[in-house]
């Protein structure tokens, strides 16, 4: 692995996952409110968005920005659950 890959956090992670797990994690209605991309506002679906995300770098930067927060977000989360056991 590169150096360049070693803190990267998305490296081999695909945009269809990132922007599913978006959307189990926030929803398309909060989706669309932290990314106000219309393709997540307006009858929102992963193969719409994807098709729109692949064409429009700024985009993509911006989904793959809210999937980091979203990753720590979601250790953030595990960490506060107690433990059942």
């Known amino acids: 692995?590169?150096?360049a890959q070693v803190n990267n956090t998305n490296h081999g992670v695909?945009?269809?996952?990132?922007l599913t797990t978006l959307v189990e994690f926030y929803g398309w209605k909060e989706?669309?409110?932290r990314i106000e991309i219309r393709c997540f506002q307006a009858d929102?679906?992963?193969k719409?968005?994807?098709?729109f995300l692949r064409r429009t770098p700024w985009a993509r930067e911006k989904v793959?920005?809210?999937y980091g927060k979203?990753?720590?977000d979601m250790a953030k989360q595990a960490k506060a659950k107690p433990d059942p056991t």
């Open 1 to 3: 692995m590169t150096s």
């Open 14 to 18: 695909t945009l269809e996952k990132m």
């Open 31 to 33: 989706l669309g409110q």
């Open 44 to 46: 929102p679906t992963i």
């Open 48 to 51: 719409s968005s994807l098709t």
């Open 64 to 66: 793959e920005g809210l």
């Open 70 to 72: 979203c990753l720590r």
